[in-house]
C-alpha cells in the first residue's frame, strides 16, 4: 500500500456529539427563518443545522408547540341533551357521551 493511501485511510473526519439546543435557541432560529428574504438553507447552515430540522422547528413553531407558550386554550362548550350521530343526524341521549366525543376530537 502506498503511503499517501495510507494517510487518506487515517485521516477519516470523526463525528460530532449531537448538540441539545435549547427552546429559546430554537425559537431564534425559527424567527430568523421567518424574516422577509431570509432563506431556511442557509439559516440553517449559519447555525450548523440540518435544513430539516429547522424545516420541522418551524411547524411546531406554527402550531403553538415549541417552547413555553404552549397554547392549550379550551373551547366554550355549551352541553346538553342533544348528541349528534356519525351520520350527523341529531338525537337525544346523554350529555356526557357528547362530551366524551367532544373531548376526543379535541385530544386528537
Known sequence: MDTSEQTILDET????AR?????????RIVEETLEAGASVARVARRH??????VFYWRKKYREGRLGKN???KLLP???SDLSWSKSGRVSCGSSS???FELFR????
Request: hydrophobic share 40%; charged share 35%.
Open 105 to 108: 376530537w379535541a385530544v386528537a
Open 48 to 53: 450548523a443545522v440540518n435544513a430539516n430540522q
Open 77 to 79: 362548550v355549551t352541553l
Open 97 to 99: 357521551s357528547f362530551f
Open 13 to 16: 473526519p470523526k463525528r460530532e
Open 19 to 27: 448538540r441539545r439546543r435549547s427552546v429559546e435557541e430554537k425559537r
Open 70 to 72: 404552549r397554547s392549550n
